[in-house]
């Protein structure tokens, strides 16, 4: 089976979550798309089949413990495609298939035409998405949303990948109300790290990482001493939640970083890498292979990386996450404190006004 980075599958679990619309538009739908949305399936698997029927229309699971939670009878599986995704993860609570991920590489897709061909695909099943058309081809998201039938569909494309979530939401809360509930809490990402088998010195170099001299945890006061223009970025300020955006262009060599800041301390930076840059310092492969030398091996196999052009290194006894990309002849870097993100996130569902 193919590989999917790690990064966006992770990006669809735990970040992906589309924006909340007026429940009023589920007015829209016909009573044809809702039942669509009922029946939906991708190769026979519906939301609502237990692993027992998965198995008996020929699908064979294999366990994906990476993702289990049993404090929130959370049960994954990863499933093998002959045809058609490259990447297919089942997601069960309390004995019943609650959420499936789907991927599409880039090979397949060519295959079958492009992005568009699954997003009209979906269209034709569901009816028009809550984004107009015009804005699906800009951004390539969508999202369906069954208020009545407690379902949800999310499309993305991104760098020449296709994920698709579907997801019934009422198990969804379910699984979130038990993971807040745990004893052990949520905001320690060290509590989740059985299986990180980094050493002592790799943990410290995750620590200590740095780009021209910027650290996660420094105040933008650090940051403007190293001789760093900060230009807040209106779209990254949340006052409520105490989170500040900046941007920084054409500092040290580099062409753009995205700087926020968590309770005065920066916890997520961004750096860009465009196509002349790229040139000069010998392509996608430079920074990746100097991540490595820096943090060791990713998550996925060299090979995996190198055909992707995507990996994820994930510090979890540290609280630290790398992510590199490429998309449209730019790479990008991403370096998160993943127990800053955890906080954040809940801060943000704590205080968000949804009208109820």
Known sequence: MKMI????????LILGSPRLVNAADDDFHTPESVQAARDFSIDGLKLGMTPEEVRAVGTKLTRDPEFDCPEAKLVAYKVEVPKGP??????????????????????????????????HRMVADLGTSQEPEESVATS????????????????????DTVFLTA??????????????????????????????????????????FSISGIKLGMTP???TALGAQLKPDADGNLPAVKLAGYSINHFSGLDYLGLTFFEGKLYSMSVAYDTSTLEKVGGWSTIYHRLVTK???????????????????????????????????????????????????????????VGF
């Open 295 to 353: 943090l060791g091996a990713p998550q996925e196999p060299e090979e995996t990386a190198e055909a992707n052009k995507a990996a994820r290194w994930m510090f979890l006894k540290v609280g630290r996450s790398f992510d590199i990309v490429m998309s449209n002849d730019t790479a990008l870097v991403v370096v998160t404190d993943l127990t800053a993100a955890i906080k954040l996130a809940e801060r943000k569902e704590a205080t968000a006004n």
């Open 167 to 208: 997801t019934d939401k009422v198990a969804a809360r379910e699984v979130a109300r038990l993971r807040k509930t745990k004893p052990t809490g949520t905001s320690d990402p060290a509590q989740s790290a059985v299986g990180d088998t980094h050493t002592p010195e790799a943990n410290q170099a995750a620590l200590d």
């Open 5 to 12: 980075p790690a990064c966006f599958l992770l990006g669809l």
């Open 140 to 159: 390539h998201q969508a999202n369906w949303q069954f208020y009545k039938l407690e379902r949800h569909f999310y499309f993305d494309s991104s760098s």
């Open 86 to 119: 490259d990447y297919l993860v089942l997601f069960f609570f309390d004995g019943k298939l609650y959420k499936m991920n789907v991927g599409y590489l880039a090979e397949t897709l060519k295959e079958i035409g492009s992005w568009r061909t699954i997003y």
């Open 221 to 223: 006061e650090e940051v």
